[in-house]
């Protein structure tokens, strides 16, 4: 049985908007007569969710609100979620930077936090100076700390500035020995918010093998914030998906990624259009894919043949300069191919009901999503939708000595194969 690494137990974290303060006197008063009564805070019921898109009528909102989780000793977890859902909040939680509203957190063993670059360096102190300042804060002795110093020098790759003031360091620099320490120390929990995107491409590369290895080949539990979607499902083996301050999925870092990039992990792969029209060209109806003998609310299986199925009303009159272009793209936004219907005169002016078919076996499990094209003369784009519908394809099974665990990539197309010596 794994030990529990993070608990956490009714977090919720209420921000004042406005002036920085809790409000004004009257505010405080309520507050102190409240907690001399035993009450609750009267100012915690009034608070509204962290929608930024929206203006509320609330001076307070919860920038996180009833957070339950637990995490394993050992686990990669990516915390995931649009701007403003409430993940930096977290973390800042966690590393005990701010204090939770309510709720609390359970922890076995000491973190490790790199939530902005610079976090507890002393921009007048060197990197060598920085490097035992932020190892003592994290309950090092100087003997661990200067043990390991020549491995953080290397791993940064700030040699040559270790002895100089870290405020003229470049932001780069700041976060590569500011991770190498992060990652070095002998901490049992490393907590990384979005800052390795300050880095460049090898050293980001760099950071995720280091991560890599301190969950998986040292045990020690990481949580990751980042919007890279490809990174996170590389690096982590579950998920928490926040939105609007709550949390909306915990579990396998690949259903929470589909949800985060707008795909449904309950099997529903129909959409249908009311006023999503080109004026005087087209009007789209619908959008669907489904397989034979199952019903649009029951998931896609890869052994089947899949049908998409597009419902459109052609208006314009010479309707055979028009054809349908569909890219397909993987739950990371890459796109892997474009396909269309390239038939002379399949079109006509009228209703189109429009049937590609997916063979079996084409698709790996995995999640995926559509843009759509309306292309004239073959060149001119007059409408283009990307992620028009998403859909989620599931592990069909197969016959039992042949199953190896799903292969690499995301489609498995079926090629001729000859033995020419036998010919």
Known sequence: MKKIAIKAENISKQYRLGEVGTGTISHDLNRFWSKIRGKEDPYLKIGEANDRTSKGSSDYVWSLRDINFEIEQ?????IIGRNGAGKSTLLKLLSKVTKPTTGSFKVNGRIASLLEVGTGFNPEMTGRENIYLNGAILGMRRAEITRKFDEIVDFSGVERYIDTPVKRYSSGMYVRLAFAVAAHLESEILIVDEVLAVGDAEFQKKCLGKMGDVSKGEGRTVLFVTHNMASVKSLCNKGIFLENGSKKFEGDIAQAVSLYLGGDVSGLHKKTFNSLEKEGVFKLNSISLQSKGLNENEPLFENV?????????????????????????????????????SSNNL??????????????????????????????????????????????????????????????????PKFEWLNLSAL
């Open 74 to 78: 050992g686990d990669a977890v990516g």
């Open 347 to 412: 079109l006509k002016k009228g209703n189109n009901r429009l049937c590609c078919i997916f063979p079996e076996n084409f698709f790996q499990s995995g999640n995926y999503s559509l843009a759509l094209f309306v292309i004239k003369d073959k060149k001119k784009s007059v409408f283009s939708e990307k992620d028009i519908i998403t859909f989620t394809v599931v592990d069909g099974g197969r016959e039992l000595g042949v199953y190896m665990g799903r292969e690499p990539g995301y489609i498995k």
């Open 305 to 341: 043949k899949i049908d998409l199925l597009t419902d459109i009303d052609f208006i314009v009159n010479d309707v055979e300069n028009y054809h349908i272009t569909y890219h397909l793209y993987n739950d990371i936004g890459e796109a892997l191919f474009s396909f269309c219907d």
